[in-house]
Structures are given as structure tokens and as C-alpha cells.
């Protein structure tokens, strides 16, 4: 909630009766209002005046802007067709108006035949493998787990990268749940949990597996479950008896006890609620090791309970889609994959639109997509609200509108509510929203399509009409309403949306998608291998979500990066000290940070929060100059926690080194980020 006075934003807080969050804000949306009002935002339209990626541009208006980007894809679409514009979009909002999930801009591009962009970066591998078990990714009601007695915390750092559901299991833990992080990184959710096993990175499905082994050996399985809700209990008995818990401590590196005394307790503990999100599933083997954990309430019947069952995203129990109107393409188009951008940005591409994305700060293969980037005949708009890395290098930069500035409707995809934003100010400058935007850029292209001049508020009924219980008036009036739903809502009573109506342990599904029938465990590509070097885990800042706030200089600051978080064993071998500069490489890029010596991470792993800004950054990289385009075993999800990496003491006559760029950006900062 906004206050406003004179025209002006002057104050933030969190609407108390909201019941998922209760007014609490984190410490980055904290920052919000002072963030709007940042002195390196972008207010203007831009073009650029420099080489390729020198960042330098001045500002044109918005008629010229519109004039030029119009032209450019008429041309375009005449000469090489509509596929060759790639209209890259991200996660930089997640609203249903103005972001991924609204499919903003969509008509448009339906309109010039425009390539599919498919949004896979963040949680589709975890998704698909959900739903070859359940038939959908959704699960748990979050606020359940107030009611678990046991609470797995797995591949998830509730504290920091979705804290409002850190009362739920509080509340749980006072009414005597046990709470358990299964995490390689002693992370602060991990510190604050009743037991955390330091599991090797990638192996989870294993684990799961050992689990289910000791729940059979205690003689727990729900037969009655098994028999009447679940499908393929025989093939995935087998599978189980094949992994003793003596095998999953050596796949997993857990000592074998603490693996059988997790077991007994998942063995007798209803219900036991999992929290399983996108940390895990960001591995070569992660849809799989997310369909194998989805198997563990079907063989316990936990789904019978509210406060049992798995929870990854509620994304799914949100019916709201706006027609993207695919009549309106000329025929069939390409699909281009977002966590492929420096493999599929070819010759074949001439424009890139990118919206609400920073893929120069987070997509895999930094230095490939570096190079596709600076090709002459590429033409890259950038649609920011800041001087981002990927800004650099743009041909034409279009400012964007903030939260409190543009209309949209929200669902998050950790709880049960729908939220209404409305805007609070007048943008800034020229700042316009991103669904403004297109249906300007369409009246500069003379297109005549009604569709694609729809209001803000009637994108926002069209939403709604997939919630016939909610009425927007009513909610622009109240902020939020709760999705139509029981309380406590308990999925899967009425089964499973699977082929078979049940949860599935095999699945033709999954057969015929070319994984194996029953499930089973997959390692990620560290895990498969034995080496000396080191996998890194490249998970979310504190302080940072992804990219945004990573320009904010008290943020920035806070945030003590770059910081590479190495076992004290594998910094003996390396020779390195505490706080020293390091060069943390591999075979696909390089970057500079200080060395933490901590027990934090088990030996074997290195640890660095991503989003930083590169040149922000000693050597102008982040950590995905280290990540390989390559793919999870489900959806081409990136492996951003499975790579292999190197740690060596930088040379301190190496100007990249952390003190030389710590220096520069004090000097700057926050106009640092803008070169002209
Ligand atoms: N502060 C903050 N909050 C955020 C974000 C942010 O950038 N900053 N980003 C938001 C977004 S877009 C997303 S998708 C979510 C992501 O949030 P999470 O789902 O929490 O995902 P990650 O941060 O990638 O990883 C979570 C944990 O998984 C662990 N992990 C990595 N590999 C493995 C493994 O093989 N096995 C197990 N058991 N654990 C593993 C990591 O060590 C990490 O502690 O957070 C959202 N919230
Ligand atoms: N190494 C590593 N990399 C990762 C991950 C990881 O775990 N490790 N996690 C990945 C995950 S989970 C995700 S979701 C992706 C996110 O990657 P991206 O999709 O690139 O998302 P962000 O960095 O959150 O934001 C991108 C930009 O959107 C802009 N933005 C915000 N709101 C708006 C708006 O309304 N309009 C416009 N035009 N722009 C806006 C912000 O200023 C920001 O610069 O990153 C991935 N990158
Ligand atoms: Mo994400």
C-alpha cells in the first residue's frame, strides 16, 4: 500500500489483513518506492549512439522511437518473415496485464507472424515432472503446513526466496512439527530448522527413494491409499527395494542413520508436508527427482490430510488467461527457448525484443550470448526500467513503468490469493507500461486488429471471467480476494487429473516424453560424475530478486558479493584464504570473488547468489559466464546448480580483482551503470 501525497509516492507498507502475507515486506520490496525513484532509472527513449554494447545512447522522442521500431519491423517481417523477430520476454514481472503470464504483447506478435518465445528459465523442468505424477503441478494449499507434523523444507530457502511462508511453519513447529532442510547449503532457512541433511547436490531423487525404503521397512505404507488412489505400486515397489539406505548414504553422501531416522519419522509422522521448489529441479536429473518426491504422499496417504502432501508453485490453481489469439497468426510459427538464447540467437534471428528480461545477467552461457548480441545486423530493443546490463546492448531502449505506476493483477505463485494493483502515481518521465507500449507500437504500424488495443481494465475482465466468483470492481476495491477455494483447501479428493484419474508411480505419459516409466532417479550431470572439482549452486541472493535491486547501492552493499562460499577441505587443497580474491572458471567463462572458508557448504560444492549485475561485477561477469546452455532432463530447464567449477587465488596485478572494482563502484555508483 501506497501513500501518496502531492502527486508523489512517500511511503510503503504491507497490507496487514492480508492473511498469506500479513503486511510483512522483505528487505528488497522494502526498497521499493526508493527504488522508483533511483537515480540511474531509465525515463526516456533511447537510441543508441555508440558501438554494439558500448551503452552509450541519447534520447530521441517517443514518436521517433515508435517510428523507427515500426519501419524496422515492417522491414524485417517483408524480408526474412515474421519468425525472424524473437520477442524475448522474462520473469521481471510476473503480473497477468503487464507481464509473462498475461502473454502482454502477445497479439502483436501473433500479428506479424512473430516467433513463440517459450518462457522456460525458472521452474518447467519441476512443473513436468509434477505432473507425470499428479497431473499437475499444483499441490498444498502453503498455508497449510501450519498443520504438518513433519516438514520437509527440500531444495527451497524459505528465508530468503519466499519468506511469508516461514509463519505457516512456525506456527506448525509450536504446535510440535519437526522441520527439516534438505539443502547442500546450510542456508539461514537450513540454521533455523530442527535438522538439515547436507545432501550431494543432484542426488534427491535418491534420497526420496531411501525414504520410501525405510517407510516400507517400518511396514507404513497406506494400503488402502496405494491400493485405491494410486497406479503402478508394484513397478515402483521394485524400484524402492532397490535403493537400502546403506546405497543412498553412498549416492548422497548422508550418513546412512540420519537417512533411516528421517525415514521412521516419515514412516509415522502424518501428515508430513514437503515445500519442494525450484532450487532442486535446476539439475540434469531435476524433473525427475520433482516426480519422484511427488511419489512419497501417494505410498504414506499424506494427501489425506490438510497439511500433508507436496507444495511447489499454486501457479496452476489460477484460472486467469487472456486470449493470446493465435487466429490472428499468418500460419504456423517457430518456437525459440529462452534458456537457449545463445544457441538459437543465429542469422535467422533479426530482431530481439526483449521485455521484462536481462538475459546478458541471467541466462546460461553469459560470454556466448555476449557475442550473439553484438552482431551488426541485429536489431535489439530493450523495453527497461534501468541501464541494464542487456540495456548495453540495445539499438533502441524504451522506458518502462514500475509497480506502482501501471495497473495489474498478481497471483504469486506461493499462495491462494489474487491481488489487485493499482497504479499509485503518475510514471516518471516518459515511462510507459508494457501493454501502452504495444498499443502504441501497433498504431505506429497502422495496424487495425481490435484486439490489440485493448484497455488495461478490459484485459483485466477478460482475466477474470476464467474467476467467476471475483468481480473486479470488488477487487480493486479490497486489494485481494482468495481464489475460490475451501479452507483449508485439501487437493486431490476427488483424485488426480492424470490419464488414469490417480497419482501415478508409472506413467505412459512420461514413457511415451522418452523418460522412464516408472519413476525414478536421475543424477544431475555433477552427480553422475566422480571429480576433484567443485559443482556450483548458483541460488538466490538475500538481497536481490534475480537481476532487479541488484543496482541498488544499499542493497548492493548489503549483500557482501561477490562472495564464492567454499568447504574448508577444498580450500586447503586450493590454497586459498579467507577473503582473498578468487578466479572461480571453468571452461565456458570466468569471474572474480572473495573466498568465504565455511562448513556452510559440504565439501565438493561452491556457492554464489546469482543476479548481479556484470558491470557491477570484477570482470564484468556474473555467475552465468560459468553456467553451460545445456538442458534438465525435462522441459530444456537450465542447470544453473550443476555445473563444474575451478577456484584459484586471483593475481592480485589482475585489474579484475574484487578491491579494484569495490573501489570503482563507490567512486560511482548508481550513475556508474549509466556509460554516457
Ligand atoms: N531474495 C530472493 N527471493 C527470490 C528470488 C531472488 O532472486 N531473491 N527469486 C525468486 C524466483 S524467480 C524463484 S524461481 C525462487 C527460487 O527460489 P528457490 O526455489 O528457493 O530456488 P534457489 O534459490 O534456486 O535454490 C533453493 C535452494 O536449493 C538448494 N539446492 C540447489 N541444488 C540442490 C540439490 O541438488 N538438492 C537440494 N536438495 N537442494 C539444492 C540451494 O542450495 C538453495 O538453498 O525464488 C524467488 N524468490
Ligand atoms: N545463475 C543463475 N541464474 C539464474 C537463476 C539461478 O538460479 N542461477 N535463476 C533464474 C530464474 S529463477 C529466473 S526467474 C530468471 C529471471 O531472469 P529475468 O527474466 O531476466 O528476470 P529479472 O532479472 O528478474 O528481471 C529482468 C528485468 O525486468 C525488468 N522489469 C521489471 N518489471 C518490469 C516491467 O514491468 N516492464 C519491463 N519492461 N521491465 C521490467 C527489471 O528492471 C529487470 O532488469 O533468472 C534466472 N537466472
Ligand atoms: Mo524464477
Known amino acids: 500500500m501506497v501513500t501518496v501525497r502531492d502527486g508523489k ?179 539461514r532457512t537450513a540454521e533455523q530448522a530442527d535438522e538439515h541433511l547436507p ?48 546405497r543412498v548414504a553412498e549416492l548422497t553422501g548422508l550418513p546412512e542413520a540420519d537417512i533411516r531416522a528421517l525415514g521412521v519419522r516419515l514412516a509415522h509422522t502424518r501428515p508430513t508436508g514437503i515445500r519442494a521448489t525450484m532450487g532442486l529441479q535446476r539439475h540434469r536429473g531435476g524433473g525427475s527427482a520433482m516426480r519422484l518426491i511427488a511419489c512419497i504422499p501417494g505410498v504414506t496417504g499424506d494427501w489425506r490430510h490438510p497439511g500433508g502432501g507436496i507444495a511447489y508453485s499454486t501457479s496452476a490453481y489460477v484460472p486467469l488467461t487472456v486470449d493470446p489469439r493465435e487466429d490472428l497468426l499468418p500460419g504456423p510459427v517457430r518456437s525459440l527457448t529462452m534458456t537457449r538464447l545463445a544457441d538459437e540467437l543465429d542469422e535467422s534471428v533479426k530482431c530481439l525484443w526483449v521485455y521484462a528480461a536481462n538475459p546478458m545477467g541471467s541466462t546460461p552461457d553469459q560470454n556466448r550470448i555476449r557475442q550473439r548480441l553484438l552482431r551488426e545486423d541485429l536489431f535489439t530493443v530493450v523495453m527497461e526500467q534501468f541501464p541494464t546490463d542487456t540495456v548495453d546492448y540495445a539499438d533502441i531502449v524504451l522506458p518502462a513503468t514500475m509497480q506502482t505506476e501501471h495497473a495489474d493483477l498478481h497471483s504469486g505463485y506461493g499462495h491462494m490469493y489474487l491481488v489487485w494493483n493499482e497504479p499509485a502515481v503518475e510514471p516518471p518521465g516518459e515511462c510507459l507500461s508494457t501493454t501502452e507500449t504495444f498499443r502504441r507500437l501497433a498504431r505506429a504500424m497502422g495496424l487495425t486488429e481490435p484486439a490489440l488495443y485493448d484497455s488495461d481494465l478490459e484485459l483485466a475482465e477478460q482475466l477474470l471471467a476464467g474467476a467467476p466468483a471475483v468481480n473486479l470492481d470488488q477487487l480493486r476495491k479490497d486489494g485481494w480476494v482468495r481464489l475460490d477455494v475451501p479452507t483449508p483447501f485439501v487437493p486431490f ?30 543424477p544431475s550431470r555433477t552427480a553422475s560424475e566422480v571429480s576433484t572439482r567443485l559443482t556450483l549452486i548458483t541460488p538466490a541472493s538475500h538481497t536481490f530478486l534475480n537481476t532487479i535491486f541488484a543496482n541498488n547501492p544499499e542493497l548492493l552493499r548489503r549483500s557482501k558479493d561477490p562472495t564464492v562460499l567454499v568447504n574448508p577441505r577444498d580450500a586447503a587443497s586450493r590454497g ?79 585489474p579484475a580483482t574484487v578491491e579494484a572494482v569495490e573501489a570503482d563502484m563507490t567512486a560511482g555508483s548508481p550513475e556508474a551503470a549509466h556509460k554516457s
Open 493 to 522: 479428493t476427488e483424485g488426480f487429473p492424470t490419464p488414469s484419474g490417480k497419482l501415478e508411480f508409472v506413467s505412459d505419459l512420461a514413457e511415451a516424453a522418452g523418460h522412464s516409466r516408472v519413476a525414478t532417479y536421475v
Open 199 to 246: 545432501i550431494r547436490p543432484g542426488t534427491d531423487g535418491a534420497l526420496a527413494l531411501g525414504l520410501l525404503h525405510v517407510v516400507l521397512e517400518e511396514g507404513a505404507e497406506d494400503r488402502d491409499y496405494l491400493e485405491n488412489h494410486t497406479l503402478g505400486w508394484d513397478e515402483f515397489k521394485a524400484e524402492i527395494l532397490q535403493y537400502p539406505p546403506s
Open 9 to 187: 509516492s512517500v511511503a510503503l507498507r504491507g497490507n496487514r489483513d492480508h492473511p498469506f502475507t500479513r503486511g510483512a515486506l522483505c528487505v528488497k520490496v522494502n526498497r521499493y518506492l526508493e527504488h522508483t525513484k533511483a537515480a540511474d532509472r531509465i525515463l526516456y527513449p533511447m537510441k543508441r549512439v555508440g558501438p554494439k554494447g558500448s551503452g552509450q545512447f541519447e534520447r530521441i522522442s517517443w514518436d521517433e522511437a515508435l517510428a523507427i521500431c515500426a519501419a524496422k519491423l515492417a522491414e524485417i517481417v517483408d524480408e526474412h518473415g515474421g519468425e525472424a523477430i524473437w520477442p524475448y520476454q522474462g520473469t521481471g514481472t510476473l503480473g497477468y496485464i503487464q507481464g509473462e503470464t498475461g502473454e502482454a504483447g502477445r497479439r502483436f506478435w501473433n500479428v506479424l507472424g512473430a516467433s513463440n518465445h517459450d518462457l522456460n528459465i525458472c521452474s518447467r523442468a519441476g512443473r513436468d515432472g509434477l505432473r507425470f505424477t499428479n497431473g499437475t503441478a499444483g499441490g498444498m494449499d502453503p498455508e497449510t503446513f501450519a498443520l504438518s507434523k513433519l516438514i520437509l523444507l527440500w531444495g527451497t530457502n524459505t528465508l530468503t526466496s519466499g519468506h511469508h511462508l516461514w509463519k505457516f511453519v512456525q506456527d506448525a513447529r509450536a504446535a510440535g512439527a519437526h522441520v527439516v532442510a534438505i539443502d547442500p547449503i546450510r542456508t
Open 576 to 654: 586459498l584464504t579467507s577473503g582473498q580474491p578468487a578466479r572461480v572458471f571453468n571452461a565456458h567463462g570466468e569471474l572474480t570473488a572473495k573466498v568465504e572458508i565455511t562448513d556452510k557448504v559440504r565439501p565438493g560444492v561452491a556457492a554464489m547468489a546469482k543476479g548481479r549485475w556484470l558491470k557491477l561485477s570484477p570482470g564484468n561477469a556474473n555467475t552465468n559466464a560459468l553456467i553451460e546452455e545445456a538442458d534438465a532432463d525435462m522441459a530444456k530447464g537450465p542447470l544453473y546448480h550443476d555445473n563444474w567449477v575451478e577456484i584459484a587465488p586471483a593475481d592480485p596485478a589482475d
